[in-house]
C-alpha cells in the first residue's frame, strides 16, 4: 500500500492497495454472548436447539451447552474486517466459498480475526473496479481456528482526476 496515496474518507482501502499476500491482523476483538445467540437465530427465524435451547443442549449434544449459530460467527468474522480494508470501498460481495468452521465458539469466547489478501484483478466489464479474494479467519481467545471462509469482493479503484470530473 502506498501510505502517501489518499483514502477513502471513511478509511476504507482501494482495489490498488490490496497486495497478494498481505495478511491483516484486525485490532477488533468480540467475546459473543448469549443475547448474541438468542437474537441472531431469532432475527434469522433458526429454531434450532443447538443454538437457544440450554436444557436440550445440556441433555441431548456432545457439547453440554449452546453453541454458537455458525452463521452469525461468519458474519461477525467478516464484519471484524471491514473497518482495517474495505468499509466505504466495497461495492458488492460477489461470494463466499470453502466456509468452514473446525471448531465450536461458545458464549464467552472472544474471537479475533485475520484476512489474507489470495488474489487481486482488474475488472473485466467496469474499469473503476476490481475484484479482491480474501481469505478470513477467526480464533478463539486460545489461538483454536474457529472459522474461515474464501469471499470475493468488488472493489473501487482509487479515483483518478479523470473519473473525479463531474
Not at 476504507?12 to 497486495?19: Q, R, S, T
Not at 473446525?102 to 473496479?129: M, Y
Request: net charge neutral; aromatic share 8%; with cysteine.
Amino acid at each position: 500500500m502506498n501510505d502517501s496515496a489518499p483514502v477513502h474518507p471513511r478509511g476504507g482501502l482501494y482495489f490498488e492497495d490490496f497486495a497478494v499476500g498481505r495478511v491483516f491482523s484486525h485490532r477488533l476483538t468480540r467475546t459473543v454472548t448469549q443475547m448474541d445467540n438468542m437474537l441472531f437465530s431469532n432475527m434469522t427465524l433458526n429454531p434450532q436447539p443447538l443454538h437457544i435451547d440450554a436444557h436440550f443442549c445440556a441433555t441431548e449434544t456432545e457439547w453440554g451447552k449452546p453453541i454458537m449459530n455458525s452463521l452469525f460467527t461468519l458474519g461477525l468474522m467478516i464484519g471484524i474486517s471491514v473497518n482495517d480494508t474495505t468499509v466505504g470501498t466495497t461495492i458488492a460481495n460477489l461470494g463466499m466459498t470453502d466456509v468452514r468452521f473446525p471448531a465450536p465458539l461458545f458464549e464467552g469466547d472472544t474471537i479475533r480475526a485475520t484476512t489474507e489478501v489470495l488474489s487481486a484483478r482488474e475488472s473485466k466489464s467496469r474499469g473503476d473496479a476490481g475484484l479482491v479474494e480474501f481469505l478470513h479467519r477467526a480464533y478463539k481467545q486460545d489461538g483454536v481456528l474457529v472459522a474461515e471462509c474464501r469471499r470475493t469482493a468488488f472493489m473501487r479503484r482509487r479515483p483518478t482526476p479523470e473519473t473525479l470530473k463531474v
